[in-house]
């Protein structure tokens, strides 16, 4: 699969969410400190960064799904924070997207990553999908 031409080594995008107790360690089951960030929903915002820099400008049909993620989460965080997550394209091989991310909130970094996004035709990776799930059983 060749490189979607309208994406780039280089190119990035940024995301910026305050942190609400929905997205705390106690709501996610991921620890039990009240009011801290959750390691899982920096994960997410991550995802959705990523995504977010990639989807918009692919063609008609076509969305990224990841493949691999990689994430340090050294600094907690405190709910009424603003947690900042920058994403970049580093590299393009085998028909992957490789993505660097840093996390940050109001005093400093507090988490950094990679992750790996592939492009896809969004009928045909359902239908694979779909055929792997049900096999020779007909969905009802």
């Known amino acids: 699969?060749?490189?979607?031409?309208?994406?780039?080594t280089g190119m990035s995008h940024?995301?910026?969410?305050?942190?609400?107790?929905e997205d705390t360690a106690l709501n996610y089951g991921s620890g039990k400190v009240e009011g801290l960030f959750a390691t899982p929903r920096?994960?997410?915002?991550?995802i959705e960064a990523s995504a977010q820099l990639i989807d918009p400008v692919l063609p008609e049909g076509f969305v990224s799904v990841g493949n691999s993620i990689e994430v340090d989460h050294f600094k907690p965080s405190l709910v009424g924070a603003t947690v900042t997550i920058d994403v970049k394209i580093t590299d393009f091989e085998n028909g992957r997207y490789a993505l660097e991310i840093k996390a940050y909130d109001d005093f400093g970094q507090i988490g950094s990553g990679k992750h790996s996004r592939s492009i896809v035709n969004y009928k045909?990776?359902?239908?694979?999908?779909?055929?792997?799930e049900y096999g020779n059983y007909v969905a009802v």
């Open 14 to 21: 940024t995301l910026q969410r305050r942190i609400t107790v």
């Open 124 to 132: 045909s990776f359902m239908n694979r999908a779909q055929s792997r």
């Open 1 to 8: 699969m060749e490189s979607f031409i309208r994406l780039y």
């Open 42 to 46: 920096l994960i997410a915002l991550m």
